[in-house]
């Protein structure tokens, strides 16, 4: 049986540069559950479907085919045969996410393609409902968080490295507490701190602190 390490969080509390590490450090595969959401905004702003509504997106997910492959510690994801790259990181894509990932309909496509993707091994799977809706009986199970003000520098950070940021700190502070919002008051699979899980602020700690308090607690 496939080892799971699953960690949630909200936006910029770092759960993917943990992960990813993490994932480096014990040989295991690094999935990012945001990346697919993101996937599915994308496609349907790309064919005009009105993310306001949800059946409209209910209606449309099923078109939606994703191919997934492990790639250099992690698994990529394909849409026609291409790797969407930055396309899926833009501030739009950020403004429709989340409305996007209310919809049971998506919700109920991507947890069963990350629960399929054990087949590949041992995982390192991101999100906002690992460990209470995806993989809710892993024993490893952790919650990232930070201050909104330190997740909104490390956004506009990332931002700033892959060249697509065009809002202040503040700005990036305010659409991360929208989000936060939305997640945790969505119907289906909201954002939460499960029950069991390890919590982690990492507001005044670096990098590789939190990275070896999760594999302290792992081992």
């Known amino acids: 049986m496939a080892r799971i390490i699953a960690i949630d969080g909200p936006s910029g509390a770092g759960k993917s540069s943990v992960s990813r590490i ?46 997934c492959r492990p790639e250099n510690g992690s698994i990529a994801y394909y849409v026609d045969g291409e790797l969407p790259g930055n396309r899926i990181r833009t501030p739009e894509i950020n403004a429709h996410a989340s409305k996007v990932a209310t919809v049971k309909e998506v919700r109920d496509a991507v947890t069963a393609l990350l629960r399929s993707l054990v087949k590949f091994g041992d995982l390192v799977v991101e999100g906002r ?9 892993s024993p490893n199970r952790f919650y990232l968080t930070a201050s909104a003000e330190a997740r909104a520098r490390r956004r506009q950070k990332e931002e700033v490295e892959k060249g697509i940021a065009n809002q202040s700190e503040e700005d990036v502070k305010a659409s991360l507490l ?15 701190k499960a029950d069991g899980v390890i919590e982690i602020d990492s507001s005044d700690l670096t990098l590789e602190e939190v990275v070896q308090t999760v594999l302290e607690a792992v081992r």
């Open 22 to 67: 993490v994932g480096e450090r014990l040989g295991m595969l690094h999935v990012d559950s945001g990346a697919l959401y993101r996937i599915y905004t994308w496609q349907a702003l790309a064919k005009n479907v009105d993310t306001s509504s949800p059946a409209a997106v209910a209606a449309f997910a099923p078109a939606v085919e994703i191919e």
């Open 178 to 192: 929208a989000r936060d919002r939305m997640d945790s008051t969505r119907k289906y699979a909201p954002l939460k």
């Open 129 to 137: 409902d690992i460990t209470t809706a995806v993989f809710p009986d």
